[in-house]
């Protein structure tokens, strides 16, 4: 059984349990792996506190974490690559995020509706943010841009409470309404480059000042 079919979020109601040792699983301190420790499959609802991933783990099912709302942290293993579909979402407790140097892409919704997280360090050699990635993370008001990543899918960082935007010539995409709802963001610096901005990117922004290069 391929469990990430019952990944879709919301979905707090419903627990995945695995036995343990299971033939293809492995279950340690309330999360499920695959039986070689390389892949997470799941989490208890009711596993709560910072979580250090096991550098064994080079990929993360869709939607693993998806509505444990007692996690607080996690670090993750330098081996990942992509953090998945959902695989955060509605872990609305979850406050210290270090993430990998490893690092390439954030997917669609991955940590939707995280409402406690405060700041994010984005790591040099990430290109991708992916849509509504960090959507209605209430309290996120302070980020990073690293000069590798190319594009901010839409809806990105919708209403959230970032203050200061400093683009970097080197993005190339911020997607539809990526920053719609930021009431808070009141300064906002955009590059001299090829910037394709779409619609409703900063649509209902607190902007007080915009800085513009001359051309």
């Known amino acids: 059984i391929d469990i990430s079919i019952f990944s879709e979020y919301p979905f707090n109601s419903v627990n995945i349990i695995v036995p343990d040792n299971s033939n293809g699983f492995t279950k340690e301190g309330g999360i499920t792996y695959s039986i070689d420790m390389s892949a997470i499959i799941s989490c208890d609802r009711e596993k709560s506190g910072f979580y250090n991933m096991p550098s064994t783990v080079t990929k993360i099912y869709d939607g693993a974490f998806g509505g444990c709302e007692k996690i ?28 990998p140097s490893s690092l390439k892409t954030i997917e669609d ?8 997280i405060q700041e994010l360090n984005f790591p040099e050699g990430l290109e991708k943010i992916g849509n509504s990635a960090f959507e209605n993370n209430t309290n996120l008001k302070k980020i990073n841009i690293p000069s590798s990543l ?14 200061e935007l400093n683009v970097p010539p080197t993005l ?3 997607g539809y309404g990526a920053f719609s709802g930021c009431t808070s963001l009141e300064k906002l610096t955009l590059p001299k480059s090829n910037l394709r901005i779409e619609g409703s990117a900063f649509f209902n922004c607190g902007i007080e000042e915009l800085t513009i290069p001359a051309k």
């Open 109 to 116: 919704k991955a940590f939707l509706d995280c409402t406690d």
């Open 72 to 99: 607080t942290g996690i670090r993750f293993s330098n081996k990942i690559t992509s953090i998945t579909y959902q695989a955060f979402a509605g872990c609305s407790s979850l406050l210290s995020v270090e993430l």
């Open 172 to 174: 190339e995409k911020i």
């Open 150 to 163: 190319r594009t901010i899918e839409s809806s990105a960082f919708s209403s959230t409470a970032i203050s």
